[in-house]
């Protein structure tokens, strides 16, 4: 059945009714069934998802529990979901008084007409007869709601008052002992009007104002706790980066090319020493002056003349061809002695060798 179908039809005709359970006549309840009365209704457009959830919701004849249920129907709710609501009467039923079926028709009529989004969900009523607290608990173990929503007055009372009225609270007992997550509903004139009260309060601020007028702990003495990073120029950071990312010398700021002016400052020239007229007329003939030295040089000579003498190179080449020579001179004659040694050898046994030949 369409969308528009079903919005155009009277809302009485787009639940349909499925199998319904009365446990009361009976009186006992077991681990599956509570001793209530169940009603269960489906949309007619209502299909099983893949991401299908079950809340739970508590009603009953106070203004906040409908708040809560019209909330759930309006903010979480979706196409494919279904909703337990739950109804408990602590007072004992008689077994023949079938008033109770015609006041659960009754409620889940009004649950009904108040889903004015017209949402494909499912609705089960358990009206339920126990105690309040137990008969939650035992509904919560068969149906394992995704959620629980209760309402509640929107009271906030301090000291014994608070104490003694809260202590009756259901809210603040599915908050404490609820297996399931829980959202407590508040009436919204309850919420309006608090949020109206907060906002003109003067002595109200805001968390940026309140840190305005409070001393940091990083601006007192023991401040360099905080201090995760030194404070580098803009130079070594460049250096840092550069480094890190292995950019070229051009890109590093603490790198400065080389002046060559710089580096000849600090060693001086050595001074052309000046040529006798003496030296100049031996050059002029073809000769090669004597060298001058000084005393200190005189010195440094007499005493390295002590320690060794400086051979020239043709020299110490015509010595080393010598021993050369004289070598292979000394192997050449053994080896002609040698050979001399073993021919005298062989002709002494010729003559008188040998033996008696037969």
């Excluded at 006041?103 to 126990?130: F, H, P």
């Excluded at 297996?179 to 004139?189: A, D, G, I, W, Y």
């Amino acid at each position: 059945m369409a969308t528009e179908t079903l919005t155009e039809s009277p809302r009485s005709q787009r639940f349909e009714s499925h199998v319904a359970f009365d446990n009361i006549a009976t009186g006992e309840s077991t681990e599956y069934n509570p001793i209530s009365f169940t009603l269960n209704y489906r949309h007619a457009g209502f299909q099983f998802r893949r991401r299908h959830r079950t809340f739970m919701v508590g009603v009953d004849d106070n203004s906040y529990s409908d708040h809560a249920l019209q909330w759930l129907l309006e903010e979480l709710v979706d196409d494919g979901d279904e909703i337990v609501c739950v109804r408990v009467i602590e007072a004992t039923i008689l077994k023949t008084d079938s008033a109770y079926k015609e006041e659960a028709r009754a409620l889940m009529e009004s649950i009904q007409a108040k889903n004015t989004q017209n949402r494909a969900i499912g609705l089960i009523l358990e009206y339920a007869v126990g105690k309040l607290h137990n008969t939650f608990q035992h509904l919560i173990k068969i149906y394992q709601p995704s959620m629980l929503i209760v309402g509640t007055k929107g009271r906030s009372l301090d000291g014994v008052q608070g104490f003694l009225v809260n202590r009756s609270s259901f809210s603040k007992y599915c908050l404490q002992y609820s297996p399931v997550p829980v959202v407590v509903v508040r009436p919204n004139e309850k919420r309006e009007k608090k949020k109206a009260k907060r906002a003109h309060d003067p002595s109200r601020q805001s968390y940026a104002q309140m840190l305005l007028g409070q001393p940091h702990e990083a601006d007192s003495e023991n401040s360099s706790v905080y201090e995760l990073e030194p404070n580098l120029t803009a130079d070594e950071e460049a250096h840092r980066v550069a480094v890190a990312v292995g950019l070229p010398a051009a890109y590093d700021p603490t790198i400065k090319p080389i002046d060559p002016t710089t580096l000849l400052k600090n060693f001086g020239r050595r001074s052309v020493p000046e040529v006798s007229k003496e030296a100049l007329a031996i050059v002029s003939k073809g000769g090669l002056p004597a060298e001058k030295k000084s005393p200190d040089r005189e010195d440094s000579d007499s005493d390295s003349e002590g320690e060794f003498d400086a051979t020239p190179g043709e020299d110490l080449l015509k010595e080393r061809l010598h021993k050369m020579e004289v070598g292979e001179g000394a192997a050449l004659r053994a080896e002609g002695r040698k050979m001399s040694s073993g021919s005298a050898d062989s002709d002494e046994d010729q003559p008188g060798g040998g033996g008696a030949k037969t």
